[in-house]
């Protein structure tokens, strides 16, 4: 872990030596050197915690995946997981203190040795436990391999280096972390919080008609239509909207299981918010994700005859929905115009797809590929891939876009088998993962979102080391 978070920084800047953002920098050698000096004391302040509070990594690690901090250099500006990567950076600093100052064995369970898992739910969950890390891997792996003929190698560099490596470290420690009845409390009171604070911001948006975070296409496209989307302390909608429904589905998986009257009009309250402020960011994607997600919980809770049931009649009301609409299913141009330019995007990649099926254009070449082969769709869309198999399909191909639905399969796989006691971590984790699988379909992102690789985390810890002394789920 050490090395890689040391190669990782070393791998981004040989690829952007002689671009101007990187070369404003190191430049300006005090202004270099004050960063590393306060990132150094962060990382030690933080690592110094870990120590003292070992369970606190989890509550500090979910506590910043949705914070990006937006960093302006040479006119441009890029939106980074500064928090999380000191958090990430502060975990690892803190292992490597404990690998060489160990504490008593008796106090220090080998988190290495798997316990047998998935007790309540044999088979193939217990597969998936433990093929999921090696999935996971190989993911990594194959996606560097084949950067190799990208025609926008740089793209591949900033997803291995800003999200798949440091993400991979998160999902180590995540999994090798302590998890007791606490912590599970602790990470989804951080978690309603923060949603809620977002929430807020969003309303305060609204009622003054101005975003804060202030993006040019929002901007734009508030001022030409008739309604005003919301973006609160993200730079898009989507991913406000993505973050909120992760948390109404945490509330709704409390609420559903709680056997405190008083607790579940509380989560309902929270959730009604939440909905809410999903509403005014008007994000297509996340409404249809956390039906999804509600599908899944619904299959967790109360089994798969009344999930079908939720997903049937979500389907005859998307259908009426989109008949309403007056969308032409035929036409391409129409759908368009209803999803953002989604319908170019499949219809594109998959022509992609099919021209080099067996192992595709090359990691991170979609945007460059597409706007090569369609010019003219590239106008209106940006070229940018929205749906995630469709992107892994024209990138990797059949090589890579196999193990990535293995993936998914596993991941689902791992969390089923966290023991039914700990029902609402489960029922959480499994309509987390759906909803952002969901999501991804027309938003991308799931790799390269950290919420899935630390869900996958949670749920493998859960599922290979249950809470000790049969502790039941938070009531």
Not at 5 to 15: F, N, Q, R, T
Not at 68 to 85: D, F, K, Q
Not at 257 to 263: E, F, S
Not at 413 to 442: D, E, N, Q, W
Request: glycine content about 8%; aromatic content about 10%.
């Amino acid at each position: 872990m050490l090395i890689a978070l040391v190669l990782a920084p070393i791998v981004v800047a040989g690829d952007v030596w002689d671009t101007e953002r990187f070369v404003e920098l190191r430049e300006s050698t005090a202004r270099m050197g004050a960063l590393g000096v306060a990132t150094a004391a962060g990382i030690a302040a933080v690592a110094w915690a870990l120590r003292r509070w070992p369970g606190a990594f989890c509550v500090l690690a979910f506590g910043a995946l949705p914070f990006r901090v937006p960093v302006n250099l040479g006119g441009e500006e890029a939106n980074l997981l500064l928090p999380l990567y000191i958090v990430i950076a502060a975990g690892v600093l803190a292992s490597l203190v404990a690998a060489m100052r160990p504490a008593p064995e008796a106090a220090q369970p080998d988190w290495n040795e798997a316990a047998p898992p998935g007790r309540d739910d044999p088979g193939p969950t217990a597969l998936a436990v433990r093929w999921l890390p090696w999935l996971l891997g190989g993911f990594v792996a194959l996606y560097a391999i084949q950067s190799a003929w990208s025609e926008d190698f740089p793209k591949a560099v900033e997803n291995v280096c800003f999200f798949f490596v440091p993400f991979a470290i998160l999902f180590a420690l995540l999994r090798r972390a302590r998890w007791g009845p606490r912590v599970l409390t602790a990470v989804l009171a951080v978690i309603v919080a923060e949603a809620l604070l977002f929430a807020l911001v969003a309303f305060g948006e609204y009622a003054v008609g101005e975003v804060l975070w202030r993006n040019p296409e929002v901007i734009a496209a508030n001022e030409v239509h008739t309604y005003f989307r919301v973006n609160s302390l993200f730079w898009d909608p989507n991913i406000l909207g993505r973050y909120l429904m992760l948390a109404l589905l945490a509330a709704a998986a409390f609420m559903v299981w709680t056997r405190r009257a008083r607790c579940a009009w509380i989560a309902a309250a929270i959730g009604a918010i939440l909905l809410a402020a999903i509403a005014l960011t008007f994000s297509q994607s996340t409404l249809v994700a956390v039906l999804g997600g509600m599908v899944a919980l619904a299959a967790v809770r109360w089994g798969l005859r009344w999930a079908a049931v939720g997903l049937a009649t979500a389907a005859v009301a998307g259908g009426v929905l989109l008949a309403v609409s007056g969308a032409d299913l035929n036409s391409v141009k129409s759908l368009d115009i209803r999803s953002s330019g989604r319908a170019s995007l499949v219809r594109g990649g998959l022509d992609l797809a099919t021209d080099r099926p067996l192992a595709g254009y090359g990691s991170g070449s979609f945007q460059v590929e597409f706007g090569r082969r369609f010019p003219e769709d590239a106008e209106g869309t940006g070229s940018v891939s929205h749906t995630e198999p469709v992107t892994v399909a024209a990138e990797q191909g059949v090589v890579g876009l196999a193990p990535y639905l293995a993936l998914l399969a596993a991941g689902l796989g791992a969390l089923l088998a966290v023991p039914k006691r700990l029902r609402i971590a489960r029922t959480a984790l499994v309509a987390c993962f759906a909803a952002m699988v969901v999501h991804s379909l027309a938003y991308a992102g799931l790799m390269i979102d950290p919420v899935t690789w630390a869900l996958l985390a949670t749920g493998l810890a859960l599922a290979r080391h249950p809470l000790p002394g049969g502790a039941p789920a938070i009531d």
